[in-house]
C-alpha cells in the first residue's frame, strides 16, 4: 500500500507574552493548502522563522497573516525545492503493519483504549455505527 | 447547547491528544505565531503508521507494568511482534528489529 506523505498542521497561538497572544487573536480561519502552494506561501514569507534542525520546516507569512492556519497539507510525489519546506516522513508500512481486516474501531478500542479508558466508548460506538450501515447496505443490496 | 461529536470524530480528537502528549511534536516559531507540526490521524481507513508506531510503543511500556493485563495479548519472536485482542485477532505486526529488542529487554 503506498501511504501519502501527509502533514497535519495545526497553528496555536503562543500564549506566551501579550503582545504575541492579541496579534494571533483568540481565533484563527483555517486554510486548506496544497504542498505547491504552501511552498509558494513559504518563499514568499517575510519573516525569520526559527525551526530545530531535521525537523518540519514550515514559513507561513505570519505577519501578514497572524491567524492563518493551515491545515492537511498533502505534499505531492514529486521532489521538494530546494530550502523548501521538509516533511516528517511516516515509516513505512512495511515495519508497522495493520492487517486489511482490522478496522479502526478494534484497534482504537484495544490499543488507545488500553492507554486511554475513555477513547473505548467511541470505539465501541463507531463500531456499532459500522455495522448498523453494513446491514442498510446488505438489505438495500 | 453543543452537538455531540460523531464517534470517529471523537477518537481522531483522542489520537490527536494522545500524540501531543506522548509524541514529540515539531513546534515551528514564526515571529506572531507557533505551529505544532502533527501527522495526519488518518489514512484512508487506516490509522496513520508514525501514530500507529507512538501507539506500538506506549502500549508495549504498558505492558511491561503489573497488572495491565496487556501482556497475554502479545506474540514476539525475534522478527516479528504481534498485537493481539483478546480473541486473538491480530491488530499490529511489528517488525522493528530495535522495538522488539526492547521489548524482549523489558520482558526479561
Same mark, same amino acid.
Given at each position: 500500500?503506498?501511504?501519502?506523505?501527509?502533514?497535519?498542521?495545526?497553528?496555536?497561538?503562543?500564549?506566551?507574552?501579550?503582545?504575541?497572544?492579541?496579534?494571533?487573536?483568540?481565533? @484563527?480561519?483555517?486554510?486548506?493548502?496544497?504542498?505547491?502552494?504552501?511552498?509558494?506561501?513559504?518563499? #514568499?514569507?517575510?519573516?525569520?522563522?526559527?525551526?530545530?534542525?531535521? #525537523?518540519?520546516?514550515?514559513?507561513?507569512?505570519?505577519?501578514?497573516?497572524?491567524?492563518?492556519?493551515?491545515?492537511?497539507?498533502?505534499?505531492?510525489?514529486?521532489?521538494?525545492?530546494?530550502?523548501? !519546506?521538509?516533511?516528517?516522513?511516516?515509516?513505512?508500512?512495511?515495519?508497522?503493519?495493520?492487517?486489511?481486516?482490522?478496522?479502526?474501531?478494534?484497534?482504537?478500542?484495544?490499543?488507545?483504549?488500553?492507554?486511554? !479508558?475513555?477513547?473505548?466508548?467511541?470505539?465501541?460506538?463507531?463500531?456499532?455505527?459500522?455495522?448498523?450501515? #453494513?446491514?442498510?447496505?446488505?438489505? @438495500?443490496? | 447547547?453543543?452537538?455531540? %461529536?460523531?464517534?470517529?470524530?471523537?477518537?481522531?480528537?483522542?489520537?490527536?491528544?494522545?500524540?501531543?502528549?506522548?509524541?514529540?511534536?515539531?513546534?515551528?516559531?514564526?515571529?506572531?505565531?507557533?505551529?505544532?507540526?502533527?501527522?495526519?490521524?488518518?489514512?484512508?481507513?487506516?490509522?496513520?503508521?508514525?501514530?500507529? %508506531?507512538?501507539?506500538?510503543?506506549?502500549?508495549?511500556?504498558?505492558?511491561?507494568?503489573?497488572?495491565?493485563?496487556?501482556?497475554?495479548?502479545?506474540?514476539?519472536?525475534?522478527?516479528?511482534?504481534?498485537?493481539?485482542?483478546?480473541?486473538?485477532?491480530?491488530?499490529?505486526?511489528?517488525?522493528?528489529?530495535?522495538?522488539?529488542?526492547?521489548?524482549?529487554?523489558?520482558?526479561?
Amino acid at each position: 500500500m503506498v501511504v501519502n506523505k501527509s502533514t497535519y498542521i495545526d497553528s496555536t497561538p503562543r500564549t506566551q507574552g501579550t503582545q504575541a497572544a492579541q496579534s494571533t487573536g483568540p481565533t @484563527g480561519h483555517s486554510l486548506l493548502v496544497s504542498g505547491k502552494q504552501l511552498i509558494d506561501i513559504c518563499n #514568499r514569507a517575510d519573516f525569520s522563522a526559527t525551526s530545530p534542525p531535521n #525537523r518540519s520546516c514550515v514559513r507561513l507569512a505570519s505577519r501578514e497573516n497572524p491567524d492563518v492556519k493551515a491545515k492537511f497539507i498533502s505534499f505531492p510525489p514529486q521532489p521538494l525545492p530546494v530550502g523548501g !519546506p521538509t516533511y516528517i516522513e511516516a515509516p513505512t508500512q512495511s515495519t508497522f503493519e495493520q492487517p486489511d481486516n482490522v478496522r479502526l474501531s478494534e484497534l482504537s478500542y484495544h490499543m488507545l483504549g488500553a492507554l486511554m !479508558p475513555e477513547a473505548k466508548e467511541p470505539a465501541s460506538k463507531y463500531s456499532k455505527q459500522l455495522h448498523t450501515l #453494513r446491514q442498510l447496505s446488505a438489505q @438495500g443490496a | 447547547m453543543s452537538e455531540e %461529536k460523531e464517534p470517529l470524530q471523537q477518537l481522531e480528537e483522542m489520537f490527536k491528544t494522545f500524540w501531543r502528549e506522548k509524541g514529540n511534536p515539531s513546534i515551528v516559531a514564526a515571529q506572531h505565531t507557533e505551529f505544532t507540526v502533527e501527522p495526519k490521524v488518518f489514512i484512508g481507513d487506516k490509522l496513520n503508521p508514525e501514530i500507529l %508506531k507512538l501507539l506500538v510503543i506506549n502500549y508495549l511500556a504498558q505492558s511491561s507494568k503489573q497488572d495491565s493485563g496487556i501482556g497475554a495479548n502479545i506474540e514476539v519472536t525475534p522478527e516479528k511482534l504481534i498485537i493481539k485482542t483478546p480473541k486473538g485477532k491480530p491488530l499490529v505486526i511489528v517488525r522493528d528489529k530495535k522495538i522488539i529488542q526492547q521489548y524482549l529487554e523489558a520482558r526479561a
